[in-house]
């Protein structure tokens, strides 16, 4: 079989581990965070679980496994539920992009302990995961930062709620398609492709300094 087309199987393979994994991971933190601030409208509809099923899209799906980036299903939320509906809304919509940040922040240590095992015992076992560990940190970095642009109906315009008067959001919110549509035209002809580059590296380097104590120990044991 030819070695590039093998090559681009395995590199699907592994991205649709990411879609098993970080996206209904994603969508269970927004769900899990509604449901503990008093808005059970995902868990009434069988949403709160990590059940892959439960929350992909199937276009957003196989874009996902053929470029590495997609979407899936969003989670139903019900801001008049919470006490503080402004609150509950930037905080539950903040949940997935910090619960990939953190299946990053887990990957990376995989990432390092198994580069550790390549170095004393190289092959082709730790070489993969290696490749693995590293895919599953891109992915996930890629999915927390897209989804914390600022721009509706993307997880960031929630959070932006914060920091805006509710009259000047809900304006903005009218013209929820535009903007999109905008965004997505800036996406296709590589607009945003620097500024999430460097925020893509910015939380890589975080990362990486938070499991600096792997480094050190290595270092210290070697």
């Known amino acids: 079989m030819n070695t590039y087309l093998i090559q681009n199987i395995y590199r699907y393979l ?44 199937p276009m957003g799906s196989i874009l996902m496994i053929v470029c590495g980036i997609g979407w899936a299903r969003p989670v139903p939320i019900n801001p008049y539920n919470f006490r503080n509906p402004k609150a509950g809304m930037a905080i539950s919509s903040a949940a997935g992009p910090l619960a990939n940040l953190l299946y990053a922040f887990v990957a990376m240590i995989g990432l ?8 004393y015992a190289g092959g082709y076992f730790t070489d993969n995961l290696v490749y693995i560990f590293s895919t599953l940190v891109s992915v996930n970095i890629g999915l927390a930062v897209f989804n914390l642009i600022p721009v509706p109906p993307l997880d ?14 809900f304006q903005i919110m009218r ?20 500024p999430l580059a460097i925020c893509r590296s910015y939380a890589f380097d975080a990362l990486d300094f938070l499991t600096g104590w792997i480094d050190i120990l290595w270092r210290l044991i070697g």
């Open 14 to 57: 592994i991205y649709g581990v990411a879609l098993l994994t970080a996206l209904p991971f994603h969508e269970f933190a927004h769900a899990w965070a509604a449901d503990r601030l008093g808005d059970h409208t995902a868990r009434y509809q069988g949403r709160l679980t990590l059940n892959p099923l439960r929350h992909l899209d």
């Open 112 to 119: 390092k302990l198994s580069s550790i095992a390549g170095f």
């Open 156 to 169: 960031g315009s929630r959070v932006l709620t914060l920091f805006l008067p509710e009259r000047t959001y």
């Open 175 to 194: 013209y929820e398609r535009m903007i999109m549509l905008v965004m997505m035209a800036a996406i296709f002809f590589g607009a945003l492709d620097r």
